[in-house]
């Protein structure tokens, strides 16, 4: 759990995502200090926290956001998502509200389907990574107004399925 003293390689931002009190505080705790305590109230405010790993030979800081208690208002910022490049779903498995509030729906929209001629992501590219991630893939234009209906009426309708 020591920091490393070479260079490091990669910074990783990942955010902790859950209802309130299903144990993130405290998964972040045991992950960056080997710390565990039955007193929830003991992290609340802490922004972040650090651990340095070697993944692959290569130095890693990761840096895990934890909600400092505002998902209790539902008053998560974007500043919270900015720069993420993981997120972690936490539910609590002796409450199942907390696992059917975590039952996001995502799809991946390739926008300015308009720019044809400009295109750098070929469809199959997007739909193989949406297959493999397990999302569901669309491309539209706002401008032109294709599959913008298609894309937010599949969303809404497979959020209606799981939650109905
Ligand atoms: P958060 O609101 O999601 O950050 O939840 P906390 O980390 O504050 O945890 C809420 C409560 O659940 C606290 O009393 C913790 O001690 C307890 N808790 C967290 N993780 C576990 C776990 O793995 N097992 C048990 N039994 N309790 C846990
Ligand atoms: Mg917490």
Redesign the pocket.
Known sequence: YGEFNHKIDYVFKVVLI??????????LARFARNE?????KA?IGVEFQTRTLVIDHKVVKAQIW??A?Q?RYRAVTSAYYRGAVGAML?YDMTKRQSFDHINIVIMLVGNKADLGTLRAVPAEDAKEFAEREGLFFMETSALDATNVEPAFLSVLTEIYRVVT
């Open positions: 859950g209802d309130s009190a299903v144990g993130k505080s405290q998964l565990f305590s039955l007193d929830s992290t934890d909600t208690g998902e936490v």
